[in-house]
């Protein structure tokens, strides 16, 4: 300490003589530099993070041992509990209150009478004196053990308290744990209890292993980048959202952290930022989650359900990060190492607790085993006629030398002490063969517990499956194993600016109400602008943003879309050659100007257009009259041009000056029908290619769904569209394929078969009565199918049925006809009887393919036009009308010829 201080004293010396420096700086040394570490290493250790070994942070091991210091398997006050607690935790009541009404609400330790609140509603628990509580019964089991326990003083010395309870289980895997300590902080998320139990049987079995959480508020998630719960990961949580009706939504389950009134409040939240648009929000929470979301009319529920999703508190992301108190020091692992060593931990103590146990029963043989030869040798009578303690003690230790050959340790005092005290009256009703009967018990009980001990792991395998046995019901997984899509937020937000352009000052903007309107928009949205000097500019939108003069074209940007197709032809510089290009736009930097031409100076716009849907017009080209010029008109159709980057030049259109270009018609478009796919897992139609594939679709195609409960539509493939749990059919809809279908009438209390064509386009429809008890039994799309039906009745032979030969195809709303009033046990498909397709017609239309057109090279028929070696001289004029004369002539003749030959 005089070191650093005379340290110090010639630092100060130093900087107060130099005339450079105006300010001092003092070092902080002693306690006080001591101080913040050992705080830090005191709320760390002994406050946030929970201990590897019983998964119990100080305040929750204090106030499980004070529950088993009070129970007698009634109820108590948690006030009562509570008090009790601050024996052994130097803080106040509220953080005993909070900390054991958290731990019950996780419905594992804690058996709870009274108002605990409630997780789903974030309600808060009644006063601690009001509410009563009493420990599990599985607590009881796995948790206490004083022989296992290792004991300290608590923070006053007056009483003992548990260093970790014995717990022999993964409980702080099944309660999960957060906590914000000084410098560092823990997020463990909880997971299923019967899936850590049989993540352990694994482990001890030594095969592989993976755990994911589950939250009792249930709900929807995506665990793809849990990253075994270290730092870095990151979990995608859900709310269970579904179609009440086309005007309702209804959210069932809520996502992990979040409480039915926050998620509420971001609901409304995001109303009134106009991003979703809802009539009315109704909370009928009770037990279970049920808030309805009312909508106003022309809302799609689909596009909400996404909305909802991307803008509120019905998804959020959770980053986990396990650390841990190991050897006295916070320690960051995976939840996978957890689970390893909390099994490890259970191991031994089982192990410790046989070892107990057996020590137990060796004690107790090994006394019975002396008392039984200390009363059937009469050893007692030896002592009559001793007068002194050391010489009863002497005697009968020379009595039972002669029968102690085959106990397993030496005879101490001790054990001499305890046959002295013996009582008169067991020895006269001692029954030597009960006394074997019961050493006998004991060898078989020593030999069990050993057999235990050479089979630890085994024995560790069934201490497992036991508990699953007897506590795993009713603990079956709550959250949803999903994969997400991703939601574009700009293709889900709720349109309600408008977008607005001053083309003559250049302006863009929702505030600009007195100029040209563009489209709807929301201010997430992106725009793109198109200006007549061949540039281009995404700008995010705003009330008023210059652009610049020059505005050609403006619409709302669409990241990633290849559909739609921008046709352009540019004069290059001043005096340069014409081109023309096809391009799409799908990635930009935001803000930043893209040249669209060839970068010469004086580069114009001579014509643009955007289609959609890749389509390619047909234009007329017009030259102005200068010089040599003979062809000063003729047609380009964009069809005979590939799409290519926004960075490309472009084809030569001509070299010379264009006058004008003229629309002529609308051409089809250039893009191939659109494969769809339907990925089962995230249960989203796509084309990414993920799933199955339904087939590739036209503006014109639709989608067959068919639902168990007997609803069937045909709809336009959305891939923002969604799909109930019940659905049995999804494929593309192809009009005159018939649909079978075997069904139970509640009404009729019979089965009936039925083939029918769907007749109304875009609406849903029932093809089965409405009555209760109404069931589908299966269903099918194939030309000719063939169905087994197996009956109830054992003694009911099988029957075969061809629905092509046993019904008629009839309307939608037939009842069909009757298969029989007997129960059916199954119903099986067989192999359909064959049928060969029609072809499919297709237009013959040109689709882009991947070709490769060399750059500045135009199409023959217009480079024919254009070069010097195809102009027509009068003598080639000349002979095109002299053929053309002979043509005609020789037709003239034929057909005279006819004539003639008609009139005989």
């Known amino acids: 300490m005089s070191e650093d201080n005379n340290n110090y004293e010639r630092e100060e010396e130093a900087l107060s003589s130099s005339p450079e420096n105006t300010e001092t700086i003092t070092k902080v040394t002693g306690m006080y530099k001591e101080w913040f570490l050992d705080y830090a290493s005191y709320v760390i250790l002994e406050r946030a993070v929970p201990s590897i070994e019983d998964g119990l942070k100080p305040v929750q091991r204090r106030i499980m041992h004070s529950m088993k210091d009070l129970d007698d398997g009634r109820y108590n006050k948690v006030a009562n509990i509570v008090g009790h607690t601050m024996q052994y935790h130097p803080h106040g009541d509220a953080s005993i209150a909070d900390a054991m009404v958290q731990m019950g609400q996780k419905e594992l330790l804690i058996d709870m009478q009274g108002n605990w609140g409630n997780i789903l509603t974030g309600d808060r628990a009644a006063a601690s004196r009001y509410i009563e509580a009493r420990l599990s019964k599985f607590a009881l089991d796995v948790v206490f053990n004083p022989k296992t326990t290792e004991w300290q003083l608590s923070y006053d010395g007056r009483k003992k308290e548990p260093v970790n309870l014995p717990v022999k289980f993964p409980l702080l895997l099944a309660q999960g744990a957060e906590g914000i300590a000084v410098g560092l902080s ?11 139990i049989e993540a352990s049987v694994k482990y001890l079995k030594g095969k592989s292993f993976t755990i994911v959480p589950d939250f009792l508020t249930g709900g929807i998630a995506d665990f793809t ?6 730092r870095g990961g990151k979990v995608r949580v859900r709310a269970k959202i579904s179609q009440l009706d086309k005007k309702t939504l209804v959210i069932t389950e809520i996502p992990f952290g979040t409480t039915t009134t926050s998620l509420i409040d971001s609901v409304l939240k995001a109303n009134d930022k106009g991003k979703i648009k809802i009539k009315r929000i109704e909370d009928n929470t009770a037990a279970s989650v049920e808030i309805l979301v009312h909508l106003p009319p022309n809302v799609s529920p689909d596009k909400t359900i996404d909305a909802l999703y991307a803008f509120t508190n019905c998804e959020n992301s959770i980053s986990p990060l396990c650390c841990i108190i190991e050897d006295n020091k916070p320690v960051f692992i995976g939840v996978s190492e957890m689970l390893k060593k909390s099994t490890d931990f259970t191991v031994a103590l089982l192990k410790k607790e046989l070892e107990i146990r057996l020590n137990e029963l060796e004690e107790q043989w ?16 030896d002592i009559e006629e001793v007068e002194t303690w050391e010489g009863v003690i002497e005697a009968i230790d020379n009595g039972l030398k002669p029968h102690t050959k085959h106990l397993k340790r030496a005879v101490t005092e001790e054990d001499i002490i305890r046959l002295t005290e013996i009582r008169i009256k067991k020895i006269s009703k001692f029954d030597i063969d009960k006394a074997k009967q019961f050493i006998e018990s004991l060898e078989d009980q020593i030999a069990e517990l050993k057999n235990y001990l050479n089979n630890l792991i085994a024995f560790a395998i069934n201490y497992f499956k036991n508990l699953k046995e007897k506590y795993g019901k009713g603990k079956d997984r709550k959250t949803e194993i999903r994969i997400f899509d991703d939601i574009v937020a700009t293709k889900v937000v709720m349109r309600n600016a408008k977008l607005y352009v001053n083309r003559e000052e250049g302006f863009i903007g929702t505030s600009l109400k007195k100029n040209e309107y563009i489209s709807d928009c929301a201010d997430i949205d992106d725009v793109i602008v198109f200006k007549d000097n061949g540039t281009m500019i995404v700008t995010k939108v705003a009330s008023k943003t210059f652009v610049g003069k020059g505005i050609n074209h403006i619409a709302i940007f669409k990241k990633k879309d290849k559909r739609t197709v921008y046709n352009m032809i540019y004069k290059d510089g001043a005096k340069g050659p014409s081109y023309m290009k096809r391009f799409n736009v799908t990635s930009i930097t935001r803000d930043k100007e893209y040249d669209l031409t060839n970068g010469n100076k004086g580069s114009k716009v001579l014509y643009f257009s ?16 200068v010089g040599s010029i003979k062809k000063l008109k003729w047609d380009i159709d964009f069809a005979d041009l590939a799409i290519k980057s926004r960075s490309a030049r472009g084809n030569q259109v001509t070299k010379y000056a264009i006058k004008k270009i003229e629309f002529k018609s609308a051409g089809v478009s250039t893009l191939r029908p659109r494969k769809i796919w339907f990925d089962d897992t995230v249960q989203r139609l796509n084309v990414d290619g993920r799933g199955e594939l339904l087939g590739e679709f036209r503006a014109e195609d639709r989608i067959l769904i068919a639902m168990q409960s007997g609803k069937i539509k045909v709809a336009i493939p959305d891939l923002t569209m969604h799909f109930d749990s019940d659905m049995i059919v999804l494929e593309k809809w192809t009009p005159k394929k018939p649909i079978s279908a075997i069904y139970f009438d509640g009404n009729k209390e019979r089965y009936y078969v039925k083939r029918f064509l769907i007749e109304a386009i875009d609406k849903e429809d029932t093809f089965i009565s409405d009555h209760v008890k109404s069931k589908l039994e299966i269903i099918t799309t194939d030309y000719r199918p063939i ?11 099988k029957l075969e049925v061809n629905f092509e030969e046993f019904i008629a195809i009839k309307g939608i709303k037939a009842l069909g006809n009757q298969l029989t009033n007997e129960k059916i046990k199954t119903v099986n498909l067989l192999e359909s009887l064959p049928f060969e397709e029609p072809e499919e017609h297709i237009e013959n239309i040109n689709v882009e393919e991947e070709e490769v057109v060399q750059e500045g090279v135009l199409p023959i028929e217009i480079e024919k036009k254009e070069s010097k070696e195809f102009e027509e001289t009068k003598e080639d004029k000349a002979k095109k ?22 009139l005989f």
């Open 186 to 196: 823990t997020k463990i998320l909880p997971h299923n209890f019967n899936e850590l």
């Open 225 to 230: 980048n849990y990253n075994d719960g270290k």
């Open 366 to 381: 090994h006394f019975s085993s002396l008392e039984r030869i200390f009363i059937e040798n009469r050893i007692y009578r």
């Open 610 to 625: 955007a289609n959609p849907n890749g389509e390619a017009e047909v234009i007329t080209i017009l030259l102005r009259a």
């Open 787 to 797: 169905a087994e039906i197996i009956f109830s009745k054992r003694s009911l032979e």
């Open 881 to 902: 009308a002299l053929n053309r004369a002979l043509q005609k002539k020789k037709k003239n003749t034929s057909d005279d010829e006819d004539s003639q030959t008609a």
